[in-house]
């Protein structure tokens, strides 16, 4: 095989292994931003974040919130609930950024592959 041909090769295979690792990342983060609270679950985005915000400005202290299945949950304590998403939120972003650097700097499959992403 032809120097360029194999140089072709390993690239496309790093390439592939980079974006399976990606996605790998993409799904562990979705995962990590899913709450469940009040017999609900919740996706923590900022949206959420923001409108439960603006609840507690507005002085509300317990509301019904749709869930991501569009089920009514009662929240009854209001700060509690944005603090634990808050937390998880920053928690979970912190992680993946942490994680998406060391692949970014991984230069070759077997230092793709040799990463633990899944802690």
Same mark, same amino acid.
């Given at each position: 095989?032809?120097d360029?041909l194999?140089k072709a #090769?390993k690239?496309?295979n790093?390439? *592939? /292994? #980079?974006n399976?690792?990606?996605i @790998?990342l993409k799904?562990k983060?979705k995962t990590l931003?899913?709450?469940s609270?009040?017999?609900g /679950?919740? $996706?923590?985005d900022?949206?959420l %974040?923001?409108f439960?915000?603006m #609840?507690? =400005? &507005?002085g509300e202290?317990?509301?019904?919130?749709?869930? @991501?299945?569009?089920l009514? %949950?009662?929240?009854? &304590?209001?700060?509690?609930?944005?603090?634990? %998403?808050?937390?998880? +939120? $920053?928690?979970? /972003?912190?992680?993946y *950024?942490a &994680? +998406?650097? =060391?692949?970014?700097?991984?230069r070759?499959?077997? =230092?793709?592959? &040799? #990463?633990?992403?899944?802690?």
């Amino acid at each position: 095989m032809s120097d360029r041909l194999e140089k072709a #090769l390993k690239f496309a295979n790093y390439r *592939h /292994t #980079l974006n399976n690792q990606r996605i @790998q990342l993409k799904a562990k983060n979705k995962t990590l931003l899913t709450y469940s609270f009040g017999g609900g /679950t919740f $996706f923590i985005d900022r949206s959420l %974040i923001s409108f439960v915000d603006m #609840l507690i =400005k &507005d002085g509300e202290d317990s509301v019904v919130l749709l869930d @991501q299945y569009e089920l009514p %949950i009662l929240v009854e &304590d209001l700060q509690e609930f944005k603090d634990e %998403i808050l937390g998880r +939120y $920053f928690e979970s /972003t912190n992680e993946y *950024h942490a &994680d +998406y650097t =060391k692949l970014r700097q991984s230069r070759s499959v077997d =230092k793709l592959l &040799d #990463l633990d992403l899944d802690e």
